[in-house]
Structure formats: C-alpha cells, structure tokens
C-alpha cells in the first residue's frame, strides 16, 4: 500500500522489548538505513514480564529509536486485542501494555497508532485467539498506510 510513497521495511521478532538483546536484534536494521518514520510495536510478546519491567523496556526501546534515527519520526502502536472469549487475564495484559505504551508515547511527545479498537469485538475476523484473517489484515495494513503517509506529508 507505501509501494508509490516509501520504501518499507520491517523487523519481525518474538522477543519482548524487556529482553536484553532486543535492542542489539533491532540495531543491524535500524543504525543500517536513514528512516523517515519507524512504526513501533512490541506488546504481546513477553507475558511473563512485569507491567514495570515492560515500561523500561518499552522506554528503553523509545529512546534507542529516537538517538539510532535521529530524523525518524516513531510512532508507537497499540497492540490488537485477543479474539473475544479469550481469557480476561490475557485481554487485561493487552490493555495493559497498551495505556503503558499510550503514556510513554504522551510523555515523550510521540503519536499514537491504534490497532486495539478497530479490531475489538470482531471475533470473525480472528484465525486463532491472536491472528486474523485477510480481511483483518487488509484493513490494519489501510490504517498504517494512511498513519505512514500522514506523517511522510502524503
């Protein structure tokens, strides 16, 4: 959808932004490129992590971007709901992640992407308690597009 406003690229990882060798995983990929805007997520991996332990990580990871792309604009995003049913405890730790992830983005002056409310209550467009469909998939890649072009000025 960024193929005729950016060339896009992503990191793909399981490690919670609470592991000590998130940011080294991170560094061949961002300190490799000069970015116009780094679209950040890392909510769901890590559940055994404090809430505290999470929010250093997650500030960490923040600062790491802000001084490794220094001309980047970071948006922070929201992590996508569990598919309804799920277990409460697991839907609470999203939430969670997510109001820690919305007060480091306000404090540090950062906007905000979220992906939690569209999703929620949608448990047709679920393949498993975490994945979506294609449909799912095509509407959140729109959202981020348009989040990307805003913040490009397209």
């Known amino acids: 959808l960024l193929a005729k406003d950016a060339a896009v690229a992503r990191l793909t990882t399981s490690r919670s932004v609470c592991d000590p060798l998130f940011i080294a995983e991170m560094r ?5 490129y000069r ?14 992590y404090t ?24 948006v922070c995003v929201l ?8 277990p409460a405890k ?8 997510n109001e820690i992830v919305r007060q480091l983005a306000k404090a540090m002056g950062l906007p905000v992407n979220d992906l939690f409310s569209p999703m929620d209550g949608h ?8 994945h979506f469909k294609a449909p ?6 729109e959202q981020v ?3 990307v072009r805003g913040l490009l000025g397209k």
């Open 79 to 86: 992590s996508t709901p569990p598919r309804p049913g799920s």
């Open 51 to 74: 809430d505290d332990e999470y929010r250093e990580g997650y500030r960490k990871a923040l600062e790491y971007l802000r001084k490794a792309a220094p001309g980047a604009k970071v």
């Open 90 to 97: 697991t839907r609470d730790l999203i939430a969670g992640r």
């Open 145 to 147: 597009a348009q989040t």
């Open 35 to 48: 970015w116009a805007v780094i679209h950040f997520n890392n909510g769901i991996h890590g559940a055994a």
């Open 136 to 141: 799912a998939i095509a509407r959140q890649a």
């Open 123 to 130: 448990g047709e467009w679920y393949r498993d308690m975490f």
């Open 28 to 32: 061949p990929v961002v300190e490799g």
